[in-house]
């Protein structure tokens, strides 16, 4: 499975955008890029994924590098409910079953 | 609501027991998952199911058993064989295993083996 690699940890204010990123420069044409969230005791969240284009939904945006070797996740405005772990993932797509490979993630501080 | 459910929420086992973890979906969900986290890792995938009565090993099969009899249950044993058992467990589901399905997961059983 290809890797990515995140910050250890990150800090934003309330109501200020945070960008995450994440590399994955090993990344093959069919790996889908998937973010996921977890808080402390709880399972995992779904955030967003993407393959090529950037993405929108109601929870974020997802910014993938034209080479595809990095991307960005967006959260516009920061509350204090979005201090999580955040995992980027890559998932292979193709024929064969392509696992969630779960890393360390980031560590999102959003301060009052 | 639709969902992923996890049961018990804490479960305690003594050295030697086998233990069972609930998991149960109502998303309608072909492929189901489990997930084994120890503290400050991340998750680290058990077995998986693409329909019923099929599963395959994950990457860390060994001293654990499913069984998907129904495709809205998947359980699993933790038996005596698996050495170091204490983690946090995690449940999940999908549409299938198709890299561009989202997968949604339970609340998670926390086993701690005294």
């Known amino acids: 499975d290809a890797k990515t690699t995140q910050p250890n940890s990150m800090e934003s204010n309330e109501e200020e955008p945070v960008h995450l990123p994440c590399n994955h420069s090993t990344i093959s044409g069919t790996d889908y890029i998937h973010w996921y969230r977890q808080l402390p005791s709880q399972g995992p969240e779904y955030v967003i994924h993407?393959?090529?284009s950037n993405v929108n939904n109601r929870m974020a945006s997802l910014a993938i590098a034209e080479d595809r070797k990095s991307s960005t996740l967006i959260l516009h405005r920061a509350t204090l409910r979005d201090a999580a772990v955040y995992y980027c993932?890559?998932?292979?797509?193709?024929?064969?079953?392509?696992?969630?490979?779960f890393g360390q993630g980031t560590i999102l501080t959003v301060h009052p | 609501d639709g969902g992923i459910t996890q049961s018990p929420k804490y479960l305690f086992r003594k050295e030697g027991q086998n233990v069972t973890l609930s998991c149960e979906q109502n998303?309608?969900?072909?492929?189901m998952y489990w997930y084994r986290q120890d503290p400050g890792q991340g998750l680290r995938l058990i077995y998986y199911s693409q329909i019923v009565n099929d599963f395959q090993k994950g990457d860390i099969a060994e001293g654990y058993s499913v069984s998907r009899e129904k495709k809205e249950s998947f359980p699993l044993t933790v038996t005596s064989a698996q050495k170091n058992p204490t983690a946090f467990y995690l449940c999940?589901?999908?549409?299938?295993?198709?890299?561009?399905?989202?997968?949604?997961f339970g609340p998670g059983t926390r086993l701690t083996v005294l």
């Open positions: 993407g393959l090529t």
């Open positions: 993932i890559l998932r292979a797509g193709g024929t064969s079953y392509g696992k969630l490979t």
């Open positions: 999940a589901s999908s549409m299938s295993l198709a890299a561009y399905n989202e997968q949604f």
């Open positions: 998303l309608n969900h072909d492929a």
